[in-house]
């Protein structure tokens, strides 16, 4: 099953001179339809960040693309003719323009081919004996064991790589993070939509909060997947999600009027433990909101801290706009923004919390992520007001 929502790897070409020439990236895609990640990600390399041909532009181009399905809504040919993009049949080709060097930039689960399409394109760096800064959109697999390889593979062929998702890059309310080196003890994050397509998006706005924390990252314990009214009791006998649940709920712009067990027909919420004994819970409330926010009780604060991460701010994607920035920084300085150990741990989260599902709702110890530890900067990555 690979189809629906687009996966996307680009490659930019580290630089050749001193002079800041812009970048050649290959798109190497799943699929190009209509509000796909193709669209709303490589579109604003094509069309501009507004996506309605007029500036700004990312600095960097799209050179060339493949497409792994080719759809009856499929954009990609017509995306191709216009703005003069070469459509190549392989991944390979695509990487190397036709050429035998690398010639550009750098459960209910769907098993969309990322790990494949990686290895397509780790293939060329291995055949060419150079490797380059790569993107790869959302999480890394739906399988713990081929997001760690991939990241592996990184590491093995030094090159620099960047994933996850767009929430924690979108604009904020209020426009700020968690305090970086500060003990956090509990957290909450609130979401909606279906347990895979946006269980991944839940963990990583929550991720991109605590690994913040004092410490840094030091991985996970254990995972547990409620569902239905076990999601409930959860909530009902532990008071501090109660508390928290509430906090971040008054930051929804889109709280459905009413009670919240009538509302949302299907609640779920991943409990999780972290290795410094952090506790979180990641809700999915499909019929309460539509949006993304988060509390986290701060030690020697007595208000918890708490943040929406404002996905469109009026305007359609322009969270992606946001990411395309990130995107844009890892191929000129050839280095993440942000370590994608945080995209390894919540690609492993959300295989182990629908593993969780899976097996009756136990309670799974994870040895496996403790050992993803990680430090993350204290700079911010999220777009601030006044960007385009």
Request: charged residues 25%; hydrophobic residues 40%.
């Amino acid at each position: 099953m690979m189809h629906r929502r687009a996966f996307l790897t680009a490659a930019a070409s580290l630089p050749l001179a001193a002079a800041p020439a812009p970048k050649r990236i290959a798109a190497i895609i799943t699929e190009y339809r209509p509000g796909s990640h193709a669209d709303v990600v490589i579109g604003k390399y094509l069309e501009g960040y507004k996506q309605n041909d007029t500036p700004p532009y990312p600095r960097n181009k799209i050179v060339s693309m493949f497409t792994e399905q080719v759809p009856k809504t499929d954009m990609s040919r017509e995306r191709a003719r216009k703005f003069g993009v070469p459509l190549f049949r392989t991944a390979a080709e695509a990487l190397t323009l036709g050429g035998d060097k690398l010639a550009v930039n750098d459960k209910e689960q769907k098993l969309y081919p990322r790990f494949e399409m990686f290895l397509k394109i780790t293939d060329v760096f291995r055949q060419s004996g150079r490797a380059v800064p790569l993107f790869n959109d959302k999480h890394l697999s739906w399988s713990w064991r081929q997001a760690k390889r991939m990241v592996e593979i990184s590491r093995e062929l030094k090159f620099p790589m960047l994933a996850g998702s767009s929430v924690p890059v979108a604009m904020r309310i209020p426009s700020v993070d968690a305090p970086f080196g500060a003990r956090q003890t509990k957290a909450v994050a609130i979401s909606y939509s279906g347990l895979d397509i946006y269980g991944f998006h839940l963990l990583e706005s929550l991720q991109c909060l605590t690994e913040r924390r004092r410490g840094g990252e030091t991985g996970v314990r254990s995972v547990q997947c409620f569902q239905k009214d076990a999601c409930w009791r959860y909530m009902a006998e532990n008071s501090w999600v109660q508390r928290l649940f509430e906090r971040a709920l008054a930051n929804s712009n889109t709280k459905k009027p009413g009670d919240a067990r009538t509302l949302v027909k299907d609640p779920t919420v991943f409990a999780i433990e972290y290795a410094d004994g952090l506790q979180a819970a990641a809700f999915l409330m499909t019929g309460l909101v539509e949006d993304f926010t988060a509390a986290i009780d701060i030690d020697g604060q007595a208000a918890p801290f708490s943040v929406l991460m404002n996905l469109q701010n009026g305007r359609p994607h322009h969270h992606f706009g946001c990411l395309v920035q990130k995107i844009e920084e890892l191929f000129e300085t050839g280095k993440a923004p942000y370590p994608v150990e945080r995209t390894l741990l919540t690609s492993g989260m959300l295989d182990f919390a629908l593993e969780s599902r899976f097996q009756g709702y136990k309670k799974l110890a994870t040895p496996e992520l403790e050992k993803v530890r990680y430090q993350a900067s204290a700079a911010s990555h999220f777009c601030k007001e006044g960007w385009s």
